[in-house]
């Protein structure tokens, strides 16, 4: 795999002096997003660390996908090839599910995760808000309604407890204009090359690395409920919640979020 043909990346100014200050970190955004949503977070955890942030294929600056693939290999690859790890692996919804993957699949190249709004990459959803708001999403992709899908999509960041108008509109346009950068690079008829990672529920007993699981308060119950299983699951593992956030913690709360990891990466 040509690495360049697949990752668009940001990393910390700091790139190479940081390594001795602390582990490196990869940052994983969540799905129809790009690594611009962790822009507040780039430049504070770069001050001690290397920081990688990946556009994942089909997202952002990064190629689409042309052959069967796993999202956790493209990472996996990327580490091995830039001779970085273990990393601790911070991720967002699609982005905390590729993390645990990486832990299941590849655990030499992880030391810690912290994971948001997601479990593992098998996700169920039973909340009537969440399968409502996702089934008109879909709908619209489906119709190849952009404008329609980017506002059902942006939906997940106000949660089922409150309305768009009531999140901090640069948040909710930031959402909206990664939303449509990356879907625009889509159709609806596709070809599907995601391949799974199975047994994810199983196997995540076997995650030998902490887990913090950082919740927005306001998100979802099924997107809550699976971090909270999950870090129930590992032999070390907590949770926490961020008032005032739903699906985007680390956007709408960032104070919060980036105290909370960084508390982690210090009891690392």
Known sequence: MNLDDVFRLDTGPAADSAQAAGPPLVLLHGGFLDHGMWFRQIPVLAERHRVIAPDARGHGRSAGATEPFRPVDDVAALLRESDTGPAVVIGVSMGAATAVDLALEYPDLVRGLVVSGAGTSEPYFTDPWTTATAAGWQRAMAAGDLDASVEAFTLFAAGPRRSLDEVDPDVVDRLRRMARATMSQHTADEPDFLLPVHR?????????????????????????????????????????????????????????????????????
Do not use: K, Q
């Open 200 to 268: 994810t529920w199983e196997r995540a007993a076997d995650i030998g690395v902490p887990v913090l699981a950082v919740n927005g308060a306001v998100d979802s119950p099924d997107h809550i409920g699976m971090a909270e299983r999950l870090v129930r699951t590992v032999p070390d593992g907590r949770a926490i919640c961020v008032d005032g956030a739903a699906h985007y913690p680390n956007m709408e709360r960032p104070d919060v979020f980036d105290r909370a990891v960084g508390e982690f990466l210090r009891g690392l």
